[in-house]
């Protein structure tokens, strides 16, 4: 029940303490700290995982250490990237919640402070330019007759009462997404953002025992294969200093786009019982505030799809080639882990519908034959100097044909990290607006080509680079 609508002391037949309603009713609307109310998303997260969470083991603990130690040597014989691990820890599903939260708050912020700034530029205006609750999505039937709301709200206009509403649905919507995800996250990067602190390498293994039920494989096999692609991520986030960013950026980006459809929110709102609270939760669930898809919104979602795929496709490349010769199970581990990034669990499904990102690379397999081409190519130090800019890294259209990407870039010598990073800023700019005009080109050509082409091109790249990425792998 939220916003504590259950009857007190868990007695059904006794009636709810609506003095206690109220009152944490109004502790929740006096939230002043942005878009989300985080407070009652962590409440809500937290009572989600009551009864399903105890401590780690101390033999848990050190199987964890010593799985990522060993996954760090492995990594050294197959990528130039230095390990990015400072500390190894085991966490528990709350330790995940806790964890993440800061990072998670970066992420939602940017999309739920547009989210209701676009609901209160929406509302009517009077004479004096102050918004007026007279009008518009404000009257929600029934609302007037929780006795006492009105004195709760907050003053300063109907924009302060806005933000208000808005961090208590949002904080609804996001405590609930966290609580499904720490059930299903198996480590501090198993959504392919850096969501723990820097240079943590941590796994959950509650989480990490129900991911290897049913794959019929030693549980010292799959931590190990998940510590490897926990240090294969913290490789990457720890020593490509733009990556971090530059996922928080696209995230921002994603949110300037944003437009609400109001008319929508009114008639979900009109369905709503103030008598009934799972009607409110029902409005929740059915993606009460869910933007709609924006031209600004489908050109950044798929810069973020791409970063992720590429992120995601590096470390399954380099995973596979540590793995590959030491451990028997390591084809099915990747492609049970493949399935699992490329469709989501239900907590993430259900998380997009909220908030309105998918955190999934959808070209996972595209992304991964690419890698391996460029190492057939030009190397392990050629594949790894591709990080050393944004400039240097594959684009959508890249993946259109993944094998061919390791024909059209230069030689391995020219794209070791130490090379790239060690290039004038002057020339940076340069590589910067040659990528630009090259994407522009192949835009045009994709626009003003014949259909067929264009077709050809996806259908091939996908197929091709799916099949080679897992015989290869």
């Not at 581990?333 to 993430?348: F, I, K, M, N």
Request: aromatic share 4%.
């Amino acid at each position: 029940m939220p916003f504590g609508f259950g009857p007190g002391g868990g007695d059904p037949n006794r009636p709810p303490d609506l003095g206690a309603m109220f009152a944490q009713l109004q502790q929740l609307l006096s939230w002043q700290g942005g878009a989300v109310n985080w407070d009652l998303a962590k409440q809500l997260a937290v009572q989600g995982l009551s009864g399903a969470d105890s401590e780690v083991p101390a033999h848990e603990r050190t199987a964890v250490a010593d799985a990522v130690r060993l996954a760090d040597l492995w990594l050294d014989e197959v990528t130039e990237l230095p390990s990015g691990v400072q500390t190894v820890e085991a966490w528990t599903r709350h330790d995940w919640l806790d964890k993440t939260l800061p990072i998670w708050r970066r992420l939602c912020d940017p999309v739920a402070e547009r989210v209701v700034a676009a609901m209160t530029s929406a509302l009517p205006t009077g004479e004096d330019g102050e918004q007026e609750a007279g009008a518009g999505m404000m009257q929600i039937p029934g609302l007037g007759a929780m006795g006492g709301l009105g004195g709760m709200l907050p003053t300063g206009g109907m924009g302060a009462i806005m933000n208000q509403i808005g961090g208590l649905m949002f904080g609804a919507q996001v405590g609930q997404g966290l609580s499904g995800l720490a059930r299903e996250v198996v480590a501090s990067t198993d959504i392919g953002l850096p969501l723990g602190p820097t240079g943590v390498a941590a796994l959950v293994p509650a989480n990490v025992a129900e991911f290897g039920s049913g794959l019929e494989r030693p549980a010292d096999e799959i931590r190990l294969y998940l510590a490897l692609r926990e240090a294969a991520h913290q490789r990457l986030f720890g020593h490509v200093p733009w990556l971090r960013q530059r996922v928080l950026d696209t995230v921002a980006a994603y949110a300037q786009g944003i437009s609400v459809d109001l008319s929508a929110i009114e008639r979900a709102m009109g369905e709503v019982d103030p008598g009934n609270p799972q009607s409110v939760q029902d409005a929740l669930a059915g993606g009460l505030f869910e933007p709609q898809t924006t031209p600004e919104q489908k050109a950044a979602l798929r810069r973020l799809e791409t970063l992720l795929a590429l992120v995601e496709g590096w470390v399954d490349a380099v995973v596979a080639a540590a793995a590959g010769s030491r451990m028997a199970g390591a084809e099915a581990l990747r492609e049970a882990s493949r399935r699992r990034r490329a469709t989501g669990g239900p907590a993430e499904q259900t998380f997009a519908t909220l908030v309105g990102l998918e955190l999934r690379p959808r070209r996972l397999r595209e992304a991964a034959a690419l890698w391996w081409g460029v190492t057939e190519k030009h190397g392990v130090a050629g594949r790894d100097g591709l990080w050393a800019h944004p400039d240097l890294l594959p684009t959508a259209d890249d993946l259109d044909d993944p094998l061919g990407f390791a024909d059209t870039i230069g030689t391995a010598d020219q794209l070791t990290a130490e090379d790239a990073v060690a290039k004038p800023a002057e020339a940076d700019d340069g590589a910067a607006d040659a990528r630009g005009a090259h994407d522009a080109d192949k835009g045009s050509g994709s626009d003003t080509g014949s259909g067929s082409g264009s077709d050809t091109g996806s259908d091939t790249g996908s197929d091709t680079g799916s099949d080679t990425g897992k015989d290869t792998g």
